[in-house]
């Protein structure tokens, strides 16, 4: 069982940045693959980026290629993902998922959520 919580989103220009946080409670969270997902207003939920159990190996949907960074620490059992040159389509609620050892980019491939949190990106 692992339980997630989100902390980081607001509001920001575009073009500014954001730092979104993960913080993970619960056994093992060292061989978990974590994801972030995000959903707009009547939009599906859909894969952001990824990172694997050892953080090794990451992953990215093309829209955030080059703007997005994700990164993890097992020793505090964070994962973040820094946001940057960012754009009104980013709009969007941001969830942090878990799932063991390797990236999926489907939402129904992970097993535990966190609530999500607010991120908001004016023109």
């Known amino acids: 069982q692992v339980q997630l919580v989100e902390s980081g989103g607001g509001l920001v220009q575009a073009g500014g940045s954001l730092r979104l946080s993960c913080a993970a409670s619960g056994r093992a969270f060292g061989t978990y693959a974590m994801g972030w997902f995000r959903q707009a207003p009547g939009k599906e939920r859909e894969f952001v980026s990824g990172i694997n159990w050892s953080g090794g190996s990451t992953s990215y949907a093309d829209s955030v290629k080059g703007r997005f960074t994700i990164s993890r620490d097992n020793t505090k059992n964070t994962v973040d993902l820094q946001m940057s040159s960012l754009k009104p389509e980013d709009t969007a609620v941001y969830y942090c998922?878990?799932?063991?050892?390797?990236?999926?980019?489907?939402?129904?491939?992970?097993?535990?959520w966190g609530q999500g949190t607010q991120v908001t990106v004016s023109s």
């Open positions: 998922a878990a799932r063991k050892y390797i990236v999926h980019q489907t939402a129904s491939a992970y097993a535990y």
